[in-house]
């Protein structure tokens, strides 16, 4: 599988990182540089194999639906770009 | 008096309790250190002398008052990836812009608990991504050593390469550092000091910044074995803040460091010895295996055969999970925000493309890629199967052994620059370090001998899951073996 400009296009779309026009050709021949690195795992025969999750064995623990955090609002906008009256402050998303 | 910041971090703790020096003393002897030369390592990205002086006086009076935790005093430095209160925390990205965490991470609070001393944030590879600390916002930092007759600049490795500056160089007693997939062990061993990366689920990553989440730990860079278990002892524990946390006790592992070796069985996988590997790295895995027999143990031919299979589905894992993780970066919760042209998807691609370096954009497209509509199964599905191959591979292998010698890098510190512009060329450096990673399994790298060139190299001893006791107890008969005494040559 190989990648062109137009899929590096809709992948950095999908990303949400604005690549100009002029780098789309670079970058396809970067992905592809990977890609064809990657492309070994095929030689793998994986039938029948569970995806590893971990390896101790472990559930994942359970906690009472108890309220255990919060009331920091202050805490959570500190670090926000711009707030205003306790809220952030967003581009405009509806016209 | 000896210099205090060349004193081992046990020899220091040790000195605290004795009151031989105090905290004060040895805080100060480090921030004039770090003055001094800081400018020419670029280990330190925030130097907190005001924080660290406090948190000094605190320790003296504890101790004065003959209490205090297994750290109490002791000055330590901390990567970057670790958030801590009130101290900028930017992973060495730009996206963080002044990112000022309101709250701890599990692994420094702990620290702090035990009465350790903050003197700052160390530089690193942007989110951890990089083998040579070059993707840092703040520029590389610089390996205390250097090749005989030359001042080329050589990477201290990556990505902890401020981590494995700092405590080369001593600027710190020992650093934190994390490892996804060689992060820790690498920069060990190309700046001739021990680092461990823990069973995964010991160290909790609370607090961590998110790199990927299946593959990263958190662990010490330290003068020594005994430094190394010390400080993983205080970093680990049960976190019901980390779901992925393993409540378990931690164990004493600084009481395995001089147990003897006597009749472990040590395998020699021969899967590590790969096309190309320079002839200086085979000699010191021979000479590893000649001191381990020498100290009793017996070694095995093991075979781990889907080792090779092992850096390519890292680089499907690890980027589809950080493009995951890294989707938080949105530029309108915290960090920096770059509007573009004032609309909302404008704003998200500018503030990404603005705030994010060349080799973390490349990975995120990666793992967009590879997690796109179509492709889970082909790449991610399959890169997770392989997985459990590689781990089945060392269930075997630890069936008949108890634990794995191999070189813990493919060669000795290279120069900034010298692995030219290939990604992949600079992903092979992580070839014998991101199996363990992938098989959750810790490792530890402890350094091992010079080569020509008058740089260190090191071996690396994989555990079996929750087996770090024979990581440490390998690697102390090493370490006692080699006599590693050389230090870099003053040249900053």
Redesign the interface.
């Given at each position: 599988m190989s990648v062109d400009k137009q899929t590096v296009r809709k992948v950095a779309r999908l990303a949400r990182i604005a690549v100009p026009e002029e780098r789309l050709e670079p970058l396809a021949g970067e992905l592809n540089g990977i890609l064809a690195w990657i492309e070994q795992l095929n030689e793998v025969d994986v039938e029948g194999v569970e995806p590893m999750t971990t390896p101790v064995r472990m559930t994942l623990p359970m906690r009472e639906d108890n309220v255990t955090d919060g009331g920091k609002r202050d805490q959570v906008l500190a670090n926000a770009p711009k707030t205003e009256d306790g809220f952030f402050v967003v581009p405009k998303v509806v016209e | 008096m000896t210099n205090l910041t060349q004193l081992t971090l046990s020899d220091a703790v040790d000195g605290l309790k004795a009151k031989k020096f105090s905290s004060k003393e040895i805080t100060q002897a480090f921030l004039t250190e770090i003055d001094r030369s800081n400018r020419h390592l670029n280990a330190y990205v925030v130097v907190t002398a005001d924080k660290a002086l406090k948190m000094a006086d605190a320790a003296d009076k504890n101790l004065a008052a003959g209490k205090g935790g297994r750290l109490e005093g002791a000055p330590l430095g901390i990567k970057d990836l670790f958030c801590t209160a009130g101290v900028r925390t930017t992973a060495c990205s730009n996206i963080l812009?002044?990112?000022?965490?309101?709250?701890e991470s599990t692994v420094t609070q702990n620290l702090w608990n035990q009465g350790a001393v903050m003197l700052g944030k160390l530089n690193m590879d942007e989110f951890a991504m990089g083998s040579s600390n070059e993707t840092s916002r703040f520029g590389k930092p610089t390996n205390p050593w250097r090749r005989k007759g030359s001042n080329t600049q050589l990477t201290a490795g990556g990505s902890s390469g401020g981590s494995a500056t700092a405590t080369a160089a001593d600027l710190c007693l020992a650093a934190t550092a994390s490892d996804t997939g060689g992060s820790i062990r690498q920069p060990a061993a190309f700046a001739g000091i021990v680092g461990i990366k823990p069973?995964?689920?010991r160290a909790s990553r609370y607090g961590m910044v998110a790199f990927a989440s299946?593959l990263d730990q958190a662990g010490p860079l330290a003068k020594s074995v005994k430094d190394a278990a010390l400080m993983l002892e205080v970093m680990c524990s049960a976190d019901?803040k980390d779901?992925?946390s393993?409540?378990l006790p931690v164990p004493k592992w600084t009481a395995s460091v001089g147990k003897s070796i006597k009749g472990m069985k040590i395998g020699v996988p021969k899967e590590y010895r790969v096309d190309g590997m320079p002839e200086e790295i085979e000699k010191l895995w021979s000479q590893g295996i000649a001191w381990l027999k020498a100290a009793g143990a017996t070694i095995i031919d093991v075979s781990l055969p889907?080792t090779?299979?092992a850096l390519?589905?890292y680089?499907?894992v690890a980027p589809a999970e950080a493009?995951s993780n890294l989707?938080r970066y949105?530029?309108?919760?915290?960090?920096?925000?770059h509007?573009?042209d004032?609309?909302?998807?404008?704003?998200?691609?500018?503030t990404?493309?603005k705030g994010?370096g060349a080799e973390v954009?490349?990975r995120?497209?990666?793992?967009?890629?590879v997690l796109?509509a179509g492709y889970y199964d082909?790449?991610y599905?399959?890169?997770?199967?392989?997985?459990?191959?590689?781990?089945n591979d060392f269930e075997q292998a630890f069936e008949k052994v108890d634990a794995l010698l191999t070189p813990a890098t493919p060669s000795a510190a290279f120069g900034y620059g010298e692995k030219g512009d290939?990604?992949?060329a600079m992903y092979l450096n992580d070839i014998f370090t991101v199996t363990a990673n992938?098989?959750?399994?810790p490792a530890i790298a402890v350094p091992a001998g010079i080569d020509s060139q008058g740089l260190p190299l090191g071996l690396q001893v994989i555990g079996k899951?929750?087996d770090e006791e024979a990581c440490f107890k390998v690697a102390a008969a090493i370490e006692a073996a080699a006599q590693f005494k050389t230090r870099p040559q003053r040249w900053w």
């Amino acid at each position: 599988m190989s990648v062109d400009k137009q899929t590096v296009r809709k992948v950095a779309r999908l990303a949400r990182i604005a690549v100009p026009e002029e780098r789309l050709e670079p970058l396809a021949g970067e992905l592809n540089g990977i890609l064809a690195w990657i492309e070994q795992l095929n030689e793998v025969d994986v039938e029948g194999v569970e995806p590893m999750t971990t390896p101790v064995r472990m559930t994942l623990p359970m906690r009472e639906d108890n309220v255990t955090d919060g009331g920091k609002r202050d805490q959570v906008l500190a670090n926000a770009p711009k707030t205003e009256d306790g809220f952030f402050v967003v581009p405009k998303v509806v016209e | 008096m000896t210099n205090l910041t060349q004193l081992t971090l046990s020899d220091a703790v040790d000195g605290l309790k004795a009151k031989k020096f105090s905290s004060k003393e040895i805080t100060q002897a480090f921030l004039t250190e770090i003055d001094r030369s800081n400018r020419h390592l670029n280990a330190y990205v925030v130097v907190t002398a005001d924080k660290a002086l406090k948190m000094a006086d605190a320790a003296d009076k504890n101790l004065a008052a003959g209490k205090g935790g297994r750290l109490e005093g002791a000055p330590l430095g901390i990567k970057d990836l670790f958030c801590t209160a009130g101290v900028r925390t930017t992973a060495c990205s730009n996206i963080l812009g002044e990112f000022t965490p309101t709250y701890e991470s599990t692994v420094t609070q702990n620290l702090w608990n035990q009465g350790a001393v903050m003197l700052g944030k160390l530089n690193m590879d942007e989110f951890a991504m990089g083998s040579s600390n070059e993707t840092s916002r703040f520029g590389k930092p610089t390996n205390p050593w250097r090749r005989k007759g030359s001042n080329t600049q050589l990477t201290a490795g990556g990505s902890s390469g401020g981590s494995a500056t700092a405590t080369a160089a001593d600027l710190c007693l020992a650093a934190t550092a994390s490892d996804t997939g060689g992060s820790i062990r690498q920069p060990a061993a190309f700046a001739g000091i021990v680092g461990i990366k823990p069973t995964y689920g010991r160290a909790s990553r609370y607090g961590m910044v998110a790199f990927a989440s299946s593959l990263d730990q958190a662990g010490p860079l330290a003068k020594s074995v005994k430094d190394a278990a010390l400080m993983l002892e205080v970093m680990c524990s049960a976190d019901d803040k980390d779901s992925t946390s393993l409540h378990l006790p931690v164990p004493k592992w600084t009481a395995s460091v001089g147990k003897s070796i006597k009749g472990m069985k040590i395998g020699v996988p021969k899967e590590y010895r790969v096309d190309g590997m320079p002839e200086e790295i085979e000699k010191l895995w021979s000479q590893g295996i000649a001191w381990l027999k020498a100290a009793g143990a017996t070694i095995i031919d093991v075979s781990l055969p889907h080792t090779k299979y092992a850096l390519p589905a890292y680089y499907i894992v690890a980027p589809a999970e950080a493009s995951s993780n890294l989707a938080r970066y949105d530029g309108i919760r915290y960090g920096a925000r770059h509007s573009g042209d004032g609309s909302l998807t404008s704003t998200y691609e500018t503030t990404r493309a603005k705030g994010f370096g060349a080799e973390v954009q490349r990975r995120l497209m990666i793992g967009t890629y590879v997690l796109s509509a179509g492709y889970y199964d082909a790449y991610y599905l399959r890169a997770q199967k392989v997985r459990t191959k590689i781990l089945n591979d060392f269930e075997q292998a630890f069936e008949k052994v108890d634990a794995l010698l191999t070189p813990a890098t493919p060669s000795a510190a290279f120069g900034y620059g010298e692995k030219g512009d290939d990604p992949v060329a600079m992903y092979l450096n992580d070839i014998f370090t991101v199996t363990a990673n992938l098989a959750g399994l810790p490792a530890i790298a402890v350094p091992a001998g010079i080569d020509s060139q008058g740089l260190p190299l090191g071996l690396q001893v994989i555990g079996k899951a929750l087996d770090e006791e024979a990581c440490f107890k390998v690697a102390a008969a090493i370490e006692a073996a080699a006599q590693f005494k050389t230090r870099p040559q003053r040249w900053w």
